[in-house]
């Protein structure tokens, strides 16, 4: 019988893969299921008392805001800059060195509108940890950064197997059944079986893709360090050995930001990496831009533009494989249809959690059908 | 399995996964009317869900 010793093949596969990746999967749909709504609970806790100005109100310069940020902060540096384009909000991060673990870095919030500082934030090491970054951090790396990131990377990629030896498995099984059977009355192993196999089966392709894109995302440090190792660094050889400039010699922050705004026709700025910052480059600005439509706004443009002269240097071009990482951000967190999808998001995680705790149910109760079933025949060999 | 047979046990579930994959994509590339067909494709395996696991 070859295809029961090929069904058995992908049982197999379908236990281990599962068994191994449950516990961290049950936590990955608990603890992601607030993060659905991230942005509500966002906006929920949020303490800051915008000044109410009328909607097209011009944008305040962000040179000033530096200023402001460099008078108090004197021996420190301006590590990067956040334009939001959700709230009317500029954050000035500093730092007291280089370093992008520094326990000392922390932000400066400015309103966009005024330039006004509304926020001097105490460092990362002094703020105090909200209940929603140990969620996420929980998610996305066990709270240990990138060997976390990695780890939950390879879950993910045993989930994957375990939905697909999952897929192989629903065919065999259903021959005799139609679709959405669910046996209630013979035992709660049975019941239990049945609604895996259906819960399993009508998300296998919702649980494939946000388990594809969550993998995807796992890989987001290690990707953008291979950009750094190649493109980039391609892209700065021809700088090797010019001087690097001060804080004090940097060209004007906001015609850095005009300049590639200029040449990036319908893009939006949405962050300014400061010369020296490793995630960048130590000659330039690096400014990155996103698109205004649904879908270009999840595609990121980065623009170089010279630290000391501020002339424009490049418009950079994405590999592929970045662009794949960003496409695969919206897909995970199902942040990008509306409230009604979100909700959709959450309906299909709680399913996911059914199907896992089922599957582990499964696993125990039938080890418990066949330990009993060995006790009977030996019980009744020594009669 | 005797294509009846593989007609019969994946014809529900094959046209899940598509309706999926279309919502995941309408709700990513396009807006307004594209939204609510993503949230309407995608409300259908729940509401098969539903329907099976608590019917009498």
């Known amino acids: ?383 | 399995m005797t294509t009846s047979t593989f007609k019969k046990v994946w014809r529900i579930p094959l046209l899940l996964g598509i309706l999926t994959l279309f919502g995941l994509l309408a709700a990513l590339l396009g807006t307004g009317t594209w939204y609510g067909l993503a949230w309407v494709a995608m409300a259908i395996p729940l509401v098969l869900i539903i329907y099976h696991t608590f019917k009498k």
């Not at chain 1, 989930?159 to 099984?173: A, K, R």
């Open chain 1, 1 to 383: 019988m070859a295809a029961l010793k090929s069904i058995k093949r992908w049982f197999w596969w379908h236990r281990w893969s599962s068994l191994i990746c449950t516990v961290f999967l049950l936590m990955l749909c608990l603890t992601g299921l607030p993060l659905i709504f991230a942005d509500e609970i966002q906006q929920a806790m949020n303490t800051t008392r915008y000044e109410d100005l009328p909607k097209d109100a011009p944008k305040a310069n962000i040179d000033l805001m530096v200023k402001q940020a460099r008078a108090r902060y004197p021996k420190e540096v301006v590590t990067f800059i956040f334009i939001d384009d959700d709230e009317p909000q500029v954050r000035v991060n500093m730092s007291p060195s280089w370093k992008p673990t520094d326990p000392g870095r922390h932000a400066l919030q400015f309103d966009s509108r005024t330039g006004k500082l509304l926020n001097d934030e105490p460092s990362v090491a002094k703020k105090k940890l909200l209940w929603t970054d140990i969620i996420f951090s929980l998610h996305r790396d066990l709270l240990v950064d990138l060997p976390g990131e990695l780890f939950l990377g390879l879950m993910g990629v045993l989930f994957v197997i375990s939905i697909i030896s999952g897929i192989v498995l629903y065919g065999p099984f259903m021959k005799k059944l139609d679709f959405g059977t669910v046996r209630k009355e013979r035992s709660r192993r049975l019941k239990w079986l049945d609604l895996h196999n259906l819960l399993g089966i009508a998300t296998a392709v919702w649980l494939l893709v946000v388990g594809l894109t969550g993998v995807m995302n796992e890989l987001s440090t290690p990707l953008f360090g291979i950009w750094q190792m190649t493109d980039v660094k391609t892209m700065l050889t021809k700088y090797k050995g010019t001087p690097i400039a001060s804080q004090d010699e940097l060209s004007s922050v906001q015609a850095a930001y005009n300049t590639a705004m200029k040449a990036t026709p319908g893009m939006t700025g949405t962050s300014i990496v400061y010369p020296g910052w490793p995630f960048g480059s130590p000659y330039h600005y690096l400014i990155w831009t996103k698109g205004n439509q649904a879908f270009s706004s999840r595609l990121f443009t980065p623009v170089l533009v010279n630290g000391r002269s501020g002339e424009l240097t490049t418009v950079v071009k994405m590999p592929v494989y970045l662009r794949a990482l960003e496409v695969s951000r919206p897909l995970h967190f199902g942040d990008y249809g509306g409230m009604p999808l979100k909700v959709i998001w959450a309906l299909f995680d709680l399913v996911a959690i059914v199907v896992l705790v089922s599957g582990v149910y499964l696993w125990i109760v039938r080890r418990k059908f066949y330990t009993e079933y060995f006790k009977q025949i030996e019980a009744e060999a020594a009669l």
